[in-house]
């Protein structure tokens, strides 16, 4: 089963429920080590994709996409708009003109997501950045899409590996932005980036089982 316009546009709404929900949990992990304000920024940022879901009707996936990235560029502030933007932007042009999203299909749109963060902020895995829950998300959507599971069971495995990533941070020193000022300070707390994409990807994840 893939994934339609409307699916998308109901994994967003879900998306931002999660990162209103985590709201505070990411303020203080940006607390930690950022500036405070990441937790507010992504909550900013996906409820206007939200209102602006309410009275656009974007008709393909990639066209969900395009407007999200729009959205999140010119809402959410500090390094997140930009990263995200780029990310969902880079995604939509993957998507195309397609109808219907398959596993394959989402699997490369999180490559192409991970691809745009890489150019844009310059990072790379091991530096403590959203890259650590990303880039493991696409590698394993790809692996389940080519064991033959559909579009959700993708986006699952690739949050699960997400998950793992944005934990795997906690150890790690930051390489990139304002965390890497810390220096080795800051180790020992889970980056506030990787963390919300592993919460975003699972959101998304749910959304596209509920209705298989």
Do not use: W
């Not at 996409?65 to 708009?81: H, M, R, W």
């Not at 091991?126 to 959507?141: F, R, V």
């Amino acid at each position: 089963m893939g994934c339609t316009a409307k699916d998308v546009i109901a994994a967003l709404r879900a998306g931002a429920a999660t990162v209103a929900e985590h709201r505070e949990e990411l303020v203080q992990l940006d607390r930690e080590i950022g500036d405070a304000d990441h937790g507010e920024n992504m909550d900013r940022g996906f409820r206007a994709v939200v209102d602006k879901l309410a009275t656009a009707a974007p008709e393909t996936p990639g066209a969900v996409l395009k407007l999200a990235a729009t959205v999140l560029i010119s809402t959410v502030g500090g390094a997140s708009g930009p990263l995200y933007g780029t990310a969902f932007l880079r995604a939509a042009a993957a998507a195309g003109d397609v109808e219907e999203l398959d596993a394959p299909t989402v699997a490369k749109l999180l490559q192409a997501g991970v691809d745009g963060v890489v150019a844009r902020g310059k990072a790379e895995l091991g530096e403590k950045t959203m890259i650590d829950a990303l880039s493991p998300a696409a590698e394993a959507a790809r692996s389940a899409a080519e064991s033959g599971a559909d579009a959700g069971k993708a986006l699952a495995a690739g949050a699960e590996a997400a998950h793992e990533g944005a934990q795997g941070t906690e150890p790690m020193v930051a390489r990139k932005g304002r965390a890497s000022y810390l220096g080795e300070r800051s180790a020992g707390h889970v980056d506030p980036g990787a963390r919300s994409t592993a919460l975003l990807l699972s959101a998304f994840a749910e959304s596209a089982g509920a209705r298989s």
